[in-house]
């Protein structure tokens, strides 16, 4: 128990004084328990010498206006020097702090001890739900006239921004070839009427700050997107560039990023060739555009080379003839540009002669009529007698080269015999035929087109997306 004892100038304090001192020890002296309930309240102002009013009228003032709320059950007030208790039972926080704020600014108040309980009533009263329903219709009645007006804004729009777009497509039919492009421009055109549209729409609603925040949340959400994207989009733009400059065309023969085969089709991942093995291959467009693109098709002719080496002993002039004449005589071969024959290197033990000449790269093979072109000047080189040696090599004898002496083994040597091939005479069974393509060659056509038809006419599930190639020149002829 705390004992608290107050005196003024060495004598007792006055019997008022001494009523507020009990007040306090009564307070201090309130178990644990009951001050978790208790919420003194400290005075707002300074505590007055002299009460302003009487400590009855206080406390019936304070019990009118909570019997007034009708907020409070078991209501019961007492006043004691200025300090108001208040007991009873609130039906939320809200009502007990409120009862609190009351009694702390009724005048002669010097402070407040809150008693009051809170048990939250369950109320199944639906006035408020009603009331929150009515509002909300009400509103709604309000905004009809601008709900009315966006639905007729947005339609507006979209059949305002396809039939620009369809506008824009007849435009540039006869001057852009392509489709995708086609498209890919109206589109570009055509969504900025579908933006001024939502933005009217948004206006009229009163949702500018809305617009604003969407706009710039599109735009933090694009740079989001496109790091996330970042190869589809490289492939997309890769492939309207490709669209644009046409380094090639459906039904060519090209070579890019260690592939050749005929150009399929392209659409806006990927291009699609078929090789001569007969495989599909499909390239991403970014690397088809970064990538070196020979087309073999683009023009009809294309030239081939290949080497011949002849002996040191035969004539360079004479030999270079045979060569042309037989190129000449080659009905692969075109005449224009005329083949040629170049002196290429000397080489340790031959000549070595390059030979030049064109073909139809469109509907021939070159590596067919290249080998048909080294058989037959093979056989005519053979026939004339020019020497095709082998190149030099070093033997080396680890144990030296034993000497014998001829007047001793004369009799057991065996007469060497000379080969026709050695005098330069070209035996019966090495003799050329001199055909231009054998059996065995199969022929001098392109490759491309002897593929079985069933594997030209595969069907690639990535190819139905789209051909970007279609719609311009038709296909090169093979």
């Known amino acids: 128990m705390t004992k608290l004892t ?23 002296s309130v178990p644990a328990a009951a001050q978790a309930v208790d919420e003194p309240t400290a005075p707002e102002q300074a505590v007055t010498i002299e009460p302003v009013a009487r400590d009855e009228a206080i ?91 966006a639905v007729l804004i947005l339609p507006l729009a979209w059949w305002l921004s396809n039939a620009i777009a369809s506008l824009i497509r007849r435009v540039l039919a006869p001057r852009v070839e ?29 949702l500018t700050g809305l617009a604003v925040s969407l706009l710039g949340g599109a735009g933090v959400i694009g740079i989001v997107l496109g790091f996330a994207f970042r190869d589809i989009a490289e492939n ?24 050749e085969g005929v150009v399929q089709t392209m659409n806006t991942r990927s291009t699609i060739l078929l090789t001569i093995d007969g495989n599909h291959v499909q390239i991403p467009n970014a690397t088809v555009f970064k990538s070196t693109i020979v087309n073999y098709t683009a023009g009809p002719a294309r030239r081939v080379t290949m080497d011949v080496g002849i002996g040191y002993d035969a004539s360079i002039g004479e030999t270079q003839r045979l060569i042309v004449d037989v190129l000449r005589g080659h009905e692969a071969i075109l005449n224009e540009p005329p083949p040629m024959v170049l002196v290429d290197a000397l080489g340790p033990a031959t000549v070595s002669l390059k030979a030049h000449f064109w073909i ?21 080189l053979v026939e004339h007698g020019v020497s095709m040696p082998d190149e030099a090599r070093e033997v080396i004898f680890p144990q030296g080269v034993p000497l ?20 330069g005479r070209p035996a019966a069974s090495t003799a050329e035929p001199d055909t231009e393509a054998t059996s065995a060659e199969g022929g001098l056509a392109n490759e491309i087109s002897e593929l079985p038809q069933d594997i030209a006419n595969a069907t690639i599930p990535e190819a139905a997306s789209g051909n970007l190639l279609a719609g311009g020149e038709p296909p090169r002829h093979r």
Request: charged share 20%; net charge positive; aromatic share 6%.
């Open 236 to 259: 997309f733009l890769a492939s309207l560039m490709l669209s644009i400059r046409r380094p090639f065309r459906q039904g060519d023969v090209i070579g890019v990023a260690g592939f």
């Open 59 to 149: 406390e019936e003032r304070i019990s009118r206006i909570l019997e007034a709320t009708g907020w409070y059950r078991g209501v019961e007030i007492a006043v004691d020097e200025g300090i108001v208790f208040l007991d009873g039972i609130a039906g939320s926080r809200e009502q007990r702090t409120w009862a609190r704020d009351l009694a702390a600014r009724t005048e002669g108040t010097v402070a407040v001890v809150n008693r009051i309980e809170v048990r939250e009533d369950v109320n199944w009263n639906l006035a408020p739900a009603l009331s929150e329903i009515e509002a909300l219709a009400r509103r709604i009645a309000v905004a009809l006239p601008l709900i009315a007006l």
């Open 178 to 206: 392509q489709d995708f492009l086609r498209n890919v421009i109206a589109r570009a055109m055509a969504i900025p009427v579908l933006l001024v549209g939502v933005y009217l729409l948004l206006q009229v609603a009163g």
């Open 6 to 28: 107050i005196r003024t100038g060495g004598a007792l304090a006055s019997p008022r004084m001494s009523g507020a001192a009990v007040a306090i020890f009564l307070m201090m």
């Open 404 to 423: 014998v002496r001829m007047d001793e083994t004369q009799s057991n040597v065996a007469p060497v015999q000379t080969s026709a091939a050695a005098q």
């Open 360 to 380: 139809d790269g469109r509907t021939l093979s070159p590596h067919r009529v290249r080998s048909s072109a080294l058989r037959l000047i093979k056989r005519a």
